[in-house]
């Protein structure tokens, strides 16, 4: 039963608080409405009115709306938010025509019911033409979009595909030199900081919705800021609907509300909306040197995690006490205090208190401990193992730093490949004419440090190579996402995951246990490959030959 409904049928026999439809709601199963959603709905809903004189809010069902029966406000294509105002005349079929897949539509649906929510899907899947479906949806009523994305390139991808899906809408940019606004055009893209930094408004009585790309970021303070509060609807597109701090809670869940639809690799690949996948775990053996460093750091940060849980009485979970560390370092560096375990204000300015040390110290050895892993000189074994078998597959390539990422172009050429890297230490022209050479099909490989993940529109490939990642789900999904589009010859894609033998990227020592955990019961093949005793079956693995897989 959708939300108004509900309502509806809570309100029948009489007044409620909006504290009494929560529990309502809840009773009748729906355990994951928040309260936001069924205020947004109560207000927005024709058939519900609110006692103008009760400072409760009590809520009532118009006399109206119980002689015509509860019927379906929302959710249909074309009608969001619960308003019944008729849409364009063409809108059903301008939304039939993108051809959304039964997952686009199903999101859609949901989505309409209140006009606002969070759609996670993961990289490859098409959020982005579910969200020209509902600016599709809205403008037909008269509505203007502001859709924020997270970079320039992202901008200029946003921009191209909506000139392509909805060609008859006015398209502006503010950004990157330009200031285009909703007063002139139906939509605008954005990006955070320049929509943060002007009043975005909207033209007298119209409504507005705002789309955010890669919403996950959007939960720290200065992104946070471009979520204009004018805009009734809201949409949130993201892949991984997670965060290391409070932002979820603090600035996404109340702005965009509940997650009204998932949409993970399970369901992706059995109905074919990305292309079957297999990944190989290649582990590496550290140096005597690099062993001697990264124990060393392992040593500390294990002595310094004892003192901060056990003596300082910080949180014992990791990703717990990794944030609660960040955030002791953050506020002793703007010269604030934190309250110590006793009670009392603790390194006011001078941060050079007993918990802030040790705060200190751990963030530095665990940095160091992850550098020595994730820089390993053996990484660049598998990048000579592997080009073998990348004759024909376009393949990306992650790395930890900009050298990382030079030393295995160099490898990778050397062994036959054409291979170029792509980071921030080159102009925005060399980048995009690399990117442009390796759509083309005149690189091979393109090699990157982190500047791939997440805002850069990046050519379809076959091949992805982790050599350095972070232990966050959210890093992986991107990468594997980059190779999960459909093939045109049906294909597989591959994921070469190196890692650091004994160490915390080590799959064997809980290393990407959440993302390993989330594809292994989808990937066709998760199978280990050491490179060291055998470098042959890496490349023969990558052209499909005939191993057998675990």
Known sequence: MRLEELLATALSDGGRTTRALVSSVKAAGGHGVSRAAIERCLERDPR????ADDLKAVWYLRDDAKDAGTGEVGGKTGEVGGKTAPAGPDTRGRIDAMQLRAWQAEAFAAWSQTGCGVVEAVTGTGKTRLAMAAIRAVVDRGARVLVLVPTLDLLDQWVRELRALVPDLQVGRLGGGHDDDLFANHVVVATPHSAAA???DLPP???GLLIADEAHRYGAPTWGAALHDVFEMRLALTATYERGDDG????LEPYFGEVVMRYGYDRA????????FRIALVGVRLTDAE???YDAADHRARQLHRELVGGLGMPREPKALFAAVAAVVSDADRGGGREDRGGGREDRGGGTGPQVRACREYLVRVRERRDVAATASGKLEVCRAAAAGLAGRRTLAFTDTVDQAEDAARVLTRAGCTAETVHGGLTTDKRRIRLAQFRRGRLDVVVAPRVLDEGVDVPAADVAIVLAAFRTRRQMVQRL???LRVKPDGGEARLVLAHAIGTAEDPAGGGHRDFLAQVRSVAREIRDIDVDRAPADLADWLQG????GR
Do not use: C
Not at 248 to 251: A, E, N, Q, R, T
Not at 269 to 276: C, D, Q, R
């Open 198 to 200: 002007v009043p975005v």
């Open 481 to 483: 996402g980059r190779v």
């Open 291 to 293: 062993r001697e460093r």
């Open 269 to 276: 690949v059995a109905e074919g909306t990305v292309a079957p």
């Open 205 to 207: 009585g119209a409504r």
């Open 248 to 251: 979820l809670v603090d600035v």
């Open 545 to 548: 030959d005939g191993l057998e």
């Open 48 to 51: 519900f009115e609110r006692a």
